[in-house]
């Protein structure tokens, strides 16, 4: 194996062996390497500094007296998140060592070892121990940069840092609070990475395969599942859908290299592909690959072009046979944008590379007209509606994660307006959302308020203004009466004309349905 560098020449080293995997976790588990454990061992504040690759908090928590034996959690925490030549004496004392060092988890330097991965706590949605396996120090977010992180490249084209495996990072952990529970079937985990999505996938599928152009994110992934006690997948190497030709999935999920750069320099965020081409393909071609009702989830970056509605330009991506539901998150102006990616590439170390790299990514924004750059997730269904429903939207607002099952009924709710005409509406009963409350607004002392604001505190956390009768009706929505009834008698109280309020009424109602208010009784 070869040993951490600080030279920028070096080539990365080779993947473990994962025929110790369990032996391992049985080691980690016994010294509470856990997320729970890091959490105890460190405090929150330094737990939280580790996740975004920052590491002197965590230095100061590990440490112990010149000569003192430290407690297993904290020499684990040293070798495998902060890269310490640990004493060999003290690595026995918690791991396997002849199985790691025979299988490459670890390399002798003198009379102490170092860690040849980085090996992380991660905690599974209900509550399993596992473990992310990437290359040394390449958690997202580090303030060095990715690519320095480790000391392995410069990451420059045909250089060896252009093939890092990153680990888990907020991208990851957004998409995987997106995804759709599933209940068996077959997933496909296009460009795994280090192995998150198909980790989270094996828990519930079937089957899962999981492709990446980068064959060192394979030999990743393999370790992450085989040291988090995961069912095996299906790795396969190659771009985009062609390892896949000819077969359909129930899900697809993927944090695709969606960066939108002038240069394919890093393969884990850099597509190859001219501006958002890349996503664009993803979109067009995952309707092939679905099976009817499937879903295909994915983080996605698209230009904001002059003179065109992003809207419409993404919502044209969509292609026949599919639903979909489009949701920008944030926008940043392309200076933004490439200090954002420079910084993540630790070109920032070098103040010459740095600012012909930044020119370059204004050049390259100016010649495709590119203004801003959107950040999101895409979300498609396979459907076999006459009418597919596309919607786009643009919300920055604080969510409640995890989201996967508000993706199922959202869809759900377009299903159910896409079949119902205004006098089946009216004939349906509704009940308003556990999570919705009221907020009125006006001035004080007046006997009215200017408006009403429903809002819910789940999920899209999304909030509405209604006018009074729309809020009358739907606090009146408990699951006993029609729509239908309801309004007749708000009319009687309002004295009002009950065939008018049916007639304008049917339109508020489709609203709050679509956002989640209101769902038909049973």
């Known amino acids: 194996m070869v040993p951490v560098s600080a030279t920028d020449d070096l080539p990365l080293p080779d993947f473990p062996f994962p025929d110790s995997a369990a032996e ?68 026995e004392a918690v791991l ?40 040394l120090g390449c958690a997202v977010g580090g303030a060095a940069g990715a690519r320095r992180a480790g000391g392995y490249g410069t990451g420059a084209p045909g250089s060896s840092g252009a093939d ?37 996938a094996g828990a519930r599928a079937d089957a899962v395969t999981a492709t990446d152009v980068n064959p060192r994110a394979l030999d990743c992934a393999r370790l992450t599942l085989a040291l988090s006690g995961a069912p095996a997948a299906d790795l396969r190497a190659g771009s985009l859908f062609e390892p896949v030709a000819g077969e359909r999935y129930d899900l697809i999920v993927s ?47 698209w230009q904001h072009v002059e003179d065109e509605d992003w809207r419409e330009r993404v919502a044209g991506w969509v292609p026949p046979g599919c639903d979909a539901w489009i949701v920008q998150r944030e926008v940043q102006d392309v200076t933004q944008y490439a200090e954002l990616w420079l910084r993540d590439a630790g070109d920032h170390a070098d103040p010459a590379a740095y600012a012909a790299r930044y020119d370059d990514w204004l050049d390259a924004f100016a010649a495709t ?29 604080a969510v409640e994660q995890p989201l996967g099952a508000a993706v199922v009924e959202h869809f759900a709710r377009q299903d159910f307006l896409r079949r119902t005409d205004d006098a089946a509406l009216l004939a349906t009963t509704f009940r308003l959302a556990d999570d919705v409350v009221q907020e009125q607004v006006g001035r004080p002392g007046e006997e009215d308020p200017e408006h009403v ?50 007639e304008r009424t049917p339109e508020m109602i489709r609203l709050l349905v679509e956002q989640g208010f209101l769902a038909p009784a049973g």
């Open 24 to 91: 391992l976790r049985a080691a980690l588990l016994a010294a509470g390497f856990t997320a729970d454990g890091l959490l105890d061992l460190l405090g929150a504040p330094a737990y939280a500094a580790l996740a975004r690759s920052e590491t002197v908090p965590a230095e100061r928590a590990t440490r112990w007296p010149p000569g003192g034996t430290p407690p297993p959690l904290a020499t684990l925490t040293r070798l495998f998140l902060l890269r310490h030549a640990v004493p060999r004496e003290h690595a």
């Open 96 to 135: 396997p060592l002849a199985a790691c060092l025979t299988d490459g988890w670890v390399r002798e330097d003198g009379e102490a070892v170092r860690a040849v991965v980085d090996v992380r706590p991660y905690s599974g949605p209900e509550g399993q121990d596992w473990w992310i396996v990437s290359d």
């Open 164 to 200: 890092l495996v990153l680990g888990v990072g907020g991208a990851s952990t957004t998409l995987a609070g997106l995804t759709v529970p599933l209940d068996g079937g077959r997933v496909l985990d296009l460009g795994t990475g280090s192995g998150i999505q198909a980790l989270h």
């Open 255 to 301: 944090n695709p290299p969606f960066v939108i750069s002038p240069a394919a320099r890093l393969t884990y965020r850099d597509g190859g592909m001219a501006g958002d081409e890349l996503c664009r393909t993803l979109v067009a071609g995952a309707a092939g690959h679905l099976a009817e009702g499937g879903y295909c989830q994915f983080l996605a970056n």
């Open 369 to 397: 007209r590119t203004r801003a750059v959107g950040f999101g997730w895409i979300t498609l269904r396979r459907t076999d509606a006459a009418d597919p429903a596309v919607t786009v939207e643009d919300w920055p607002h």
């Open 453 to 502: 604001v429903l809002r819910r505190e789940l999920g899209m956390r999304r909030a509405t203004r209604v006018d009074t009768v729309s809020a009358g009706f739907a606090g009146a929505c408990d699951g006993t009466l029609a729509a239908g009834v309801i309004l007749d008698a708000i009319a009687q109280v309002l004295s009002a004309d009950p065939a008018a309020l049916r």
